[in-house]
């Protein structure tokens, strides 16, 4: 499955935005999607991921209650809806996807997934 992410930017401290992680190639069905952030310097940390087929999400303690993932099966497309975004929120954020069925739940590892998208720049100035 190819990943195209979108939607990062420039925001100030407070703002929102939403990142897109369209899918092409297969459909998301049998997926696990994922969200990951990589800051300049540090390694790449899960921030949140979702079981196409069950719906169950879950976060990184640092973005719940602030971030929320979802998706739209018509788009085939996981959104990344992020709300109150700090400073410390600043990264390139990269969208994954690798096969997976619930009961299972969606893993929360960067070696567990098999496609990535390119990443897409979030910056968020204080």
């Known amino acids: 499955v190819q990943l195209q992410a979108s939607g990062g930017g420039l925001v100030q401290t407070g703002g929102s935005l939403r990142l897109s992680c369209a899918a092409s190639?297969?459909?998301?069905?049998?997926?696990?999607s994922g969200w990951f952030r990589q800051a300049p310097g540090k390694e790449r940390e899960f921030v949140a991921a979702?079981?196409?087929?069950?719906?169950?999400?879950r976060y990184a303690d640092s973005v719940l209650g602030r971030f929320t993932i979802s998706r739209d099966s018509a788009k085939n497309t996981v959104y990344l809806q992020m709300n109150s975004l700090k400073p410390e929120d600043t990264a390139v954020y990269y969208c994954?996807?690798?096969?997976?069925?619930?009961?299972?739940?969606?893993?929360?590892?960067?070696?567990?997934?098999?496609?990535w998208g390119q990443g897409t720049l979030v910056t968020v100035s204080s």
């Open positions: 994954a996807a690798d096969r997976g069925l619930a009961p299972r739940s969606a893993p929360t590892q960067p070696g567990d997934y098999g496609s």
């Open positions: 190639g297969r459909t998301f069905s049998s997926y696990f």
């Open positions: 979702i079981s196409w087929s069950s719906g169950r999400m």
